[in-house]
């Protein structure tokens, strides 16, 4: 969702003096326990005359409810339910709601839902999903957001939040410009599907079992295919995204499709770019044919923010207002996110541009929504969570997984030997160097919200061991011009050892703000090779951003030892770090999408939305799935302190599909078979098991990936992740990693149309850090 960015500014530029002095004093926000009285619907306690309303009576279902509902609403009242500040009904004792409520990483002051005050001061905030998903933990995705998901119902019982939350972005991240990458789980289909439905289930899911009843509601955005903001003058409130059909089912529509299928999420938001020629937002194709049709939502479906506006004004698409509103609707969509629905669909209504029955379906849709979250049913005290208040909000426990969710995602990407972990008792002074070491803001990144604490990366350094600090950057400006180089060799030349504390930040990449170049800003890398030739021990260069950089320099500089990658890291980023530098944590982050060199930049083509390779015309493609060049860091790149050995224990070298008599391809060699409609694919599964032992010195979690290389038919990804998982293992432990594989889901491709193929011949696995040939045959 779209605040605008000047907008979101002002209110930074009133905190940032605060989160100053937050960021180095560490203070912690003790919650003051007074109560607000909001109003409940439903709340026949205060309002005796909703009793006989039948919307109200708990025991019916939601459908009955619902229908009772809007039998019961005008036209006119209808219309005020088709925009986020959905209207109120004194006469049936419905409040007005605030549907726009953030949590991408926390629970967020971005959208109007949210109040931070001192009842709330602030909330527990986590890692930008960037950095979460590079902990390659589900566990750990689902967890948060149940933490996330407590701290809401909490706010909303005192009338500080909504039930209602835009998140989270699954969107691919497919090209490391863009400025919302950090946002996002990163580039790859399944990892995006698996954190999308963790964190939803972690949002949603109640702990009564009620499984048709919501916790919160969450909203997986921004459906299709977008990921371009404001590249050279491009700005995504006009972009037509052309895709191909192979490319949408195969990367772009997939975490959103196992958003509703597997996490069944409550709603799905359409974005503001078009998609070949079509806006998202009145695609009826994409809309009521694949999110309500083919993949059965139960929920409702919002426009990103004013998005009906760019239709219309941007795109010029529609050729009226009321027309704009009519097409929005009538292609299936529920909700808007602005004012546009509340101007225009009454005229659109009056020209018979669309139906009430339109209406009564969007409404109806919300209205669901509403039940399942309990807003109807009165004071939520008398009910599940009603017990939660200010005292759930930034918990010790919360704050601690906060931390952890950092330490798991820290990615170590090269380290030189002797170098990492530093010895907090060898270590009598180290110099700590850069414009991200001490600015606390930087770390909770963007749709943010006021966190418990702030711990820099300094102040977490410092409690171990004794620093000496410079910013290197003039004005502590990630901008970095100029660089102060001389004041900076001078402390560094002295230290035992020096970290370097670097990167990007909200004004170098964020929403409305794509990158142009991949490259530290301004002087920094001059400062990081200057210092780093004059330092007489370790240099640890700690890159904290949400796209990947091209450090190349310090990846081939001798003199820088170690190189980590921290993303945003949250509000205890900076006790997260400490944690991986002087070994009281073992690192096991991967990274989750390629890091490029400058010349990708150079060359690519921002807006060219294909993933795939065109060795016509030079394009080398997008992601470790298709990209065909040289990179600075691979997707799932990450170091340890430990090593592992892997051996494979079990895994077929033959799958065979059988096929009915008088199938095609009994006649006919073929290269692929039909994934989803063979009856002789359905629950054809395999298992495979690998023993991981940790030969290492130092416990640790050890991720293992299981990609494939399928056969070279339709075009198909050159590698591909199937399944990941962690494993905990002690020193000179070992332990069993088991996959459970489905041919029709594991082993398929998608053709060029669209269809999904189980490749017959020859697939190689990649399972750890081994290769398994097994051939499909029929």
């Known amino acids: 969702m779209t605040l605008p960015y000047n907008n979101r500014m002002k209110q930074h530029s009133v905190l940032l003096c605060f989160f100053f002095i937050l960021s180095h004093f560490a203070l912690e926000f003790k919650p003051v326990l007074a109560q607000t009285s909001p109003v409940f619907a439903c709340d026949v306690a205060n309002n005796p005359g909703v009793k006989n309303f039948a919307f109200c009576d708990v025991s019916l279902d939601v459908s009955s409810r619902v229908n009772d509902l809007v039998k019961r609403l005008t036209l006119e009242e209808k219309i005020t339910m088709l925009v986020n500040t959905a209207g109120s009904v004194s006469r049936l004792g419905i409040p007005t709601y605030e549907w726009w409520s953030e949590a991408l990483h926390g629970i967020s002051y971005t959208g109007p839902g949210v109040k931070f005050n001192g009842v709330v001061p602030g909330a527990t905030s986590f890692p930008q999903p960037i950095l979460t998903s590079a902990s390659f933990n589900e566990t750990l995705f689902e967890t948060i957001g149940k933490a996330v998901s407590t ?58 079992g009620k499984k048709d009843m919501l916790k919160v509601a969450s909203c997986c955005k921004h459906y299709t295919a977008y990921d371009v903001d404001d590249w050279k003058g491009i700005q995504r409130y006009n972009f037509n995204a052309k895709v191909t059909q192979q490319d949408l089912d195969d990367t772009f529509n997939p975490p959103f499709k196992s958003c509703v299928v597997d996490g069944n999420v409550a709603s799905v938001m359409c974005s503001y770019n078009q998609v070949n020629g079509k806006p998202t937002c009145g695609d009826h194709d994409l809309l009521a044919g694949v999110i309500r049709g083919q993949w059965k939502l139960n929920g409702y479906i919002v426009t990103d923010c004013d998005s009906l506006n760019e239709i219309y004004w941007a795109q010029h698409y529609t050729k009226t207002p009321e027309e704009t509103a009519a097409l929005s609707l009538n292609s299936g969509l529920d909700l808007n996110c602005g004012s546009w629905l509340g101007k225009y669909t009454q005229g659109a209504v009056n020209q018979g541009l669309v139906n009430e029955s339109v209406i009564d379906r969007a409404v109806s849709n919300n209205f669901a929504t509403l039940m399942r979250l309990g807003f ?33 995602g820290i990615v170590l990407l090269k380290n030189s030997v002797g170098s990492l972990p530093l010895s907090a008792k060898s270590i009598k002074s180290l110099a700590v160097i850069g414009p991200n070491a001490n600015i606390g803001y930087t770390m909770i990144g963007s749709y943010e919200g006021t966190p418990c604490k702030l711990t820099t990366p300094l102040q977490g350094l410092k409690a171990s061991v004794a620093t000496v600090y410079h910013p290197g950057c003039f004005n502590a400006s990630v901008s970095c011009v100029p660089a102060l180089v001389d004041d900076a060799k001078k402390i560094a030349a002295a230290a035992d050892a020096v970290v370097l504390v670097m990167g990007s930040d909200q004004s170098i990449e964020r929403e409305s703000k794509d990158r142009v170049n991949i490259t530290l800003p301004g002087q920094q890398s001059l400062l990081i090779t200057e210092v780093a030739s004059v330092s007489k021990g370790p240099v640890i260069l700690v890159i904290m951003s949400g796209g990947g950089m091209d450090v190349q320099f310090a990846v081939d500089n001798p003199k820088v030892t170690s190189i980590v990658w921290i993303g945003f890291p949250g509000e205890d980023g900076g006790g997260a770090l400490a944690d991986i530098i002087f070994g009281y944590y073992n690192p096991s982050g991967r990274l989750p999408m390629t890091w490029y060199p400058q010349s990708y930049a150079d060359k690519v083509d921002m807006t060219n939305m294909n993933m795939r390779a065109d060795p016509k015309t030079g394009f080398p493609g997008r992601s470790y799935r298709f990209y065909k060049g040289p990179t600075v860091f691979n997707f799932g790149d990450g170091l340890s302190y430990s090593d592992y050995k892997h051996h494979l224990v079990q895994a077929p070298k033959y799958v065979s599909i059988p096929l009915e008599e008088g199938h095609a391809c009994r006649s006919t060699r073929c290269k692929s078979i039909d994934a989803v409609n063979e009856q002789s694919c359905s629950n054809l599964g395999f298992d495979i098991h690998l023993r991981v032992k940790n030969v290492g010195k130092m416990s640790g979690s050890h991720t293992v990936f299981l990609f494939t290389s399928p056969p070279s038919v339709h075009n198909a990804p050159q590698k591909h992740l199937l399944e990941f998982q962690k494993i905990h293992l002690t020193p000179q432990s070992e332990g069993i990693v088991k996959f459970k594989l489905d041919v029709c889901k594991h082993l398929s491709v998608v053709d060029e149309v669209g269809n999904k193929k189980v490749a017959l011949g020859l697939h190689v696995l990649h399972i750890g850090d081994l290769k398994h040939s097994l051939t499909v045959r029929i």
């Open 151 to 208: 701290e809401a119902r909490a706010m909303y019982n005192v009338g500080l939040a909504g039930l209602t939350y835009w998140s989270p972005n699954v969107n691919i991240y497919r090209d490391p410009r863009w400025g919302r990458g950090q946002e996002t789980p990163g580039e790859d289909p399944t990892l995006a599907s698996k954190y999308g439905v963790g964190y939803v289930k972690g949002l949603q899911q109640r702990d009564d």
């Open 376 to 408: 109807f049913d009165g004071d939520p005290k008398n009910h599940a969570y009603g017990n939660l208040g200010p005292k759930d909000v930034c918990t010790p426990e919360h704050q601690e997984l906060a931390r952890e969710a950092a330490r798991q």
